[in-house]
T-cell receptor
């Protein structure tokens, strides 16, 4: 987990506020992901980036935006937070350069977000 | 077609028993099936993974059984220990596509 860090770890915000969650990694991986975790729903992919210039929407991108500032940094923004965005958010990384093997995803410790 | 269905949602097993978690998929293009383990307050971490060219893979007390014709795969934890108490996620993917995750199983091992 120390190779993938997320800030803040906990955040309380109010409806309508813009907030940013940040992810940094020291693993040298080219691929980064943002997931949302809700009880009983598993992990839902918000956005993913296969390299700095390649950003793709996941299954639940509405209400979210991302920025890949560098290979090591991937930020998630909630433009106007709403209560149903209250969840646990995870950043993950993987390395595409494994010669045909599916890559393992390495997760950060998560950010617990509460929108009032 | 993209779903991975995981069951049960929760499971309680006595220490020393066998824990079994099942997953089913529809997309026959999937060619990689990992299991991730998540402890409270932590992110998920890869536990074990299998490809469809083998029917079983074992790592210590953890075994994946894979049934290609039934499009099902399962995780077996032998001699379950309290330290195995965690949430387990199955997933499936094909090369260069994102992982499709099951909903998770909360496993509790009773001492």
């Amino acid at each position: 987990d120390a190779d993938v860090t997320q800030t803040p770890r906990n955040r309380i915000t109010k409806t309508g506020k813009r907030i940013m969650l940040e992810c940094s990694q020291t693993k040298g991986h080219d691929r980064m992901y943002w997931y949302r975790q809700d009880p009983g729903l598993g992990l839902q992919l918000i956005y993913y980036s296969f390299d700095v210039k390649d950003i793709n929407k996941g299954e639940i991108s509405d209400g979210y935006s991302v920025s890949r500032q560098a290979q090591a940094k991937f930020s998630l923004s909630l433009e106007s937070a709403i209560p149903n965005q209250t969840a646990l958010y995870f950043c993950a990384t993987s390395d595409s350069g494994l010669g045909g093997a599916q890559e393992t995803q390495y997760f950060g410790p998560g950010t617990r977000l509460l929108v009032l | 077609q993209q779903q991975v269905k995981q069951s049960p949602q929760s499971l309680i097993v006595q220490k020393g028993g066998i824990s079994i978690i099942n997953c089913a998929y529809e997309n026959t293009a999937f060619d990689y099936f990992p299991w991730y383990q998540q402890f409270p307050g932590k992110g998920p971490a890869l536990l074990i993974a299998i490809r469809p060219d083998v029917s079983e893979k074992k790592e210590g007390r953890f075994t994946i059984s894979f049934n290609k014709s039934a499009k099902q795969f399962s995780l077996h934890i032998m001699d379950s220990q309290p330290g195995d108490s965690a949430t387990y996620f199955c997933a499936a993917s094909r090369r260069n596509y994102q992982l499709i995750w099951g909903a998770g199983t909360k496993l509790i091992i009773k001492p």
